[in-house]
């Protein structure tokens, strides 16, 4: 079983910054790809990026290339978004999700292991 918290969310004005943290305990041989996803009310998960935590090569989606990245650091376990440029289109919930074999989407039904989500929200 992996384990997955994040942190960091917090409330923002629209273009300021926040890093969000996901932790990895337990099995974390079994996270070979880590991603981020968020949900805003009433909709549906929305894939952020990835990254392969062999290669550290990432992906993202269109709606925050450019703005947001994705970083991990080994010694501690934990995988960071860094988030810049923030709209108020970005206030969602934010999970980390892992999956085994990476499958190179953003499927979130591929994902087995998820965190609780941390909240962001930016005001305009």
């Known amino acids: 079983q992996v384990h997955l918290v994040e942190s960091g969310g917090g409330s923002v004005q629209a273009g300021g910054s926040l890093r969000l943290s996901c932790a990895l305990s337990?099995?974390?041989?079994?996270?070979?790809?880590l991603a981020w996803f968020r949900q805003a009310p009433g909709k549906e998960h929305e894939g952020v990026g990835f990254?392969?935590?062999?290669?550290?090569?990432?992906y993202y989606a269109g709606s925050v290339k450019g703005r947001f990245t994705i970083s991990q650091d080994n010694s501690k376990n934990t995988v960071y978004l860094q988030m810049n440029a923030l709209k108020p289109e970005d206030t969602a919930t934010y999970y980390c999700?892992?999956?085994?074999?990476?499958?190179?989407?953003?499927?979130?039904?591929?994902?087995?292991?998820w965190g609780q989500g941390t909240q962001v929200t930016v005001s305009s």
């Open positions: 999700a892992a999956q085994k074999y990476c499958t190179g989407t953003l499927e979130f039904r591929s994902y087995t292991y």
């Open positions: 337990g099995d974390t041989y079994r996270a070979n790809c």
């Open positions: 990254i392969t935590l062999t290669a550290r090569t990432t």
